[in-house]
C-alpha cells in the first residue's frame, strides 16, 4: 500500500464547480503539502501544512483552500474551478525530525482538467 | 522569475555512457539542495541532495556536484541504465520551502 494516498486519480469538471482532492498519509509525518505541476514550470508549491493547527499559503494559493483533518489527512478544494488551474497535482509529506527534511515523501498525484 | 531553472528540457544518452543533468538559481540564500526523480504515473521519489557548505556528494552512480560561486549545480549519472529513463527534477530549500525547477526528460538508449 502506498504510504502517501490521492484520491481520485483523476477528475474532469467543469467551470465554476467545486471540488475537493485528497491525500492521506500512514508515514506518521506532521508535515504536509500540496504543490501542482505545470508543463515547463515544474513544481509549485499552493499550500502546506506543519501540523494540524497550522495552515500556510504557498507561492500560488489564490483560488484554492486547504483543511487538515487530522494528522494524516490534508484536503485541497478548489471553491469555483476554472481551466487554469488545470494540472497535475501532487500531496507530499516530510518528517521534520529527519535531518534531511527536505526530503518529501509524494503521493502519485491526481490529474485534474477544468473544461 | 524562477529562481531555480534547468535550462535543458531534455536529453538523451546512451546505455552506459554519463549523464549530465544541470540546473542553476539565483538565490544566494539557499543553503540546501536536492534532486528528484519521477516516473510517469508516479510521483517524483527524492534521489539525493547536497548541503551548500559542500561541494560534492555521492551516492553510488549518483553525483551532485554544488558550484556556489556559479550559483550552478550538477547531477552526475555513471553508468546510466535505461532504468534511469525520467524526469529529474532539481529542488532549492530556503527557509521551510522548496522551490523546484520545471524538470528535464532523460532518456536513456539501450
Known amino acids: 500500500d502506498a504510504d502517501v494516498t490521492q484520491t481520485p486519480r483523476n477528475r474532469i469538471t467543469k467551470t465554476g464547480k467545486r471540488i475537493m482532492l485528497e491525500c492521506s498519509q500512514t508515514?506518521?509525518?506532521?508535515?504536509m503539502y500540496w504543490y501542482r505541476q505545470d508543463p515547463g514550470l515544474g513544481l509549485r508549491l499552493i499550500y502546506y501544512s506543519f501540523d494540524v493547527k497550522d495552515i500556510n499559503k504557498g507561492e500560488i494559493s489564490d483560488g484554492y483552500s486547504v483543511s487538515r483533518q487530522a494528522q494524516a489527512k490534508f484536503s485541497l478544494s478548489l471553491e469555483s474551478a476554472i481551466p487554469n488551474q488545470t494540472a497535475l497535482y501532487f500531496c507530499a509529506t516530510s518528517d521534520p525530525r529527519d535531518r534531511g527534511r527536505e526530503k518529501l515523501f509524494f503521493g502519485s498525484g491526481t490529474q485534474l482538467s477544468v473544461l | 522569475d524562477q529562481q531555480v531553472k534547468q535550462n535543458s528540457p531534455s536529453l538523451s544518452v546512451q546505455e552506459g555512457r554519463i549523464s549530465i543533468l544541470n540546473c542553476d538559481y539565483t538565490?544566494?540564500?539557499?543553503?540546501?539542495f536536492l534532486w528528484y526523480k519521477k516516473y510517469p504515473a508516479e510521483g517524483p521519489t527524492f534521489l539525493i541532495s547536497i548541503s551548500s557548505i559542500k561541494d560534492k556528494n555521492e551516492d553510488g552512480r549518483f553525483t551532485v556536484f554544488l558550484n556556489k560561486s556559479a550559483k550552478h549545480l550538477s547531477l552526475h549519472i555513471v553508468p546510466s541504465q535505461p532504468g534511469d529513463s525520467a524526469v529529474y527534477f532539481c529542488?532549492?530549500?530556503?527557509?521551510?520551502?522548496?522551490?523546484f525547477g520545471a524538470g528535464t526528460i532523460l532518456r536513456v538508449k539501450s
Open positions: 529542488a532549492a530549500r530556503a527557509g521551510n520551502k522548496l522551490v
Open positions: 508515514k506518521g509525518h506532521d508535515r
Open positions: 538565490n544566494s540564500m539557499f543553503d540546501y
